[in-house]
């Protein structure tokens, strides 16, 4: 109700006609696809250093350690930097093309989702909507940039966490008493993460994709929708729900910041947008 009382207010103070397309949905299969293909990297980490760290505190040096032989400090610092290395090197060969991945399904559900919108605004014209424009090129490569970065930080930070709680079951004397429960409980907040920031980049990649392709054909505003999800939504956002943007004065989308940008670039952020095209004189 409050939605509807918002935007007829709107028309009626500008005397405005407003066409919408429908929303652009997010493809839950290519965040999936993402996630999965992070995940797939993930386990066989934490699987390989689970095993590895169990089976040197079970050694004969493990078991020298509790009796005052203090060699498994060494040997399970170079054990976990050598570890570090490999997965750093493994992440980093597949960061770009899993990446990749993600950004060409983007495109194609791009330019599936926005034919589908135009084509209700525009009462079944066929528009071209897989545009790929020196400016998109320029917004894609970034956000692969980007992404490749998120994902490459993984081991460190994983394996970061290992060497802290490694050298604190050795100083405590607990061994893999304190150690098992530790990686378990760290393995599911690096997954868990890792959901989420491909979840996230991908909202990102997509209606970033979107707003580009929409003014490649002269769509100069969208309309902002918010997802009505999250146990904790942004005010700010719920309250933009239902008013219309233009691409050249983008709203504030975090009023810390005071970042400007479309639904979905900030963190975590499942709003949507509606392609929108207004009649008041200036836009024909």
């Known amino acids: 109700m409050a939605k509807k009382s918002r935007l007829k207010k709107s028309r009626a103070k500008s005397n405005e006609k407003v066409i919408r397309g429908s929303p652009l949905n997010y493809n839950a299969v290519q965040g999936a696809r993402y996630q999965t293909a992070i995940l797939q990297l993930i386990k066989q980490m934490t699987a390989e250093v689970e095993k590895e760290v169990e089976k040197l505190f079970s050694s004969e040096t493990g078991t020298e350690f509790f009796s005052q032989d203090a060699s498994i400090a060494s040997q399970s610092r170079i054990l976990l930097d050598k570890l570090e290395k490999k997965f750093l090197n493994l992440f980093s060969r597949r960061a770009k093309a899993i990446t990749e991945s993600m950004i060409n399904g983007s495109l194609k559900s791009s330019s599936s989702s926005l034919r589908s919108s135009l084509s209700e605004m525009s009462g079944g014209l066929s528009l071209k909507t897989n545009a790929f424009t020196s400016t998109l090129k320029e917004k894609l490569t970034a956000i692969v940039n980007g992404n490749v970065g998120l994902i490459t930080t993984i081991p460190s930070t994983y394996l970061g966490g290992v060497k802290d709680a490694v050298s604190r079951s050795i100083t405590s004397g607990n061994g893999l008493q304190d150690l098992v429960p530790y990686m378990q409980q760290h393995k599911q907040i690096t997954e868990r993460h890792a959901r989420n920031v491909a979840l996230d980049q991908t909202r990102k990649a997509y209606n970033t994709i979107n707003a580009e392709r929409m003014q490649s054909v002269g769509v100069k505003r969208f309309e902002w929708l918010h997802s009505g999800g999250g146990q904790h939504p942004r005010p700010d956002h719920v309250a933009m729900s239902g008013n219309i943007y233009s691409f050249d004065d983008l709203p504030i989308i975090d009023k ?19 392609p929108v095209i207004e009649f008041d004189g200036q836009e024909q």
Not at 256 to 274: S, Y
Request: glycine share 16%.
């Open 256 to 274: 810390r910041t005071g970042e400007r940008g479309i639904p979905g670039q900030a963190i975590n952020c499942k709003c949507r947008m509606i």
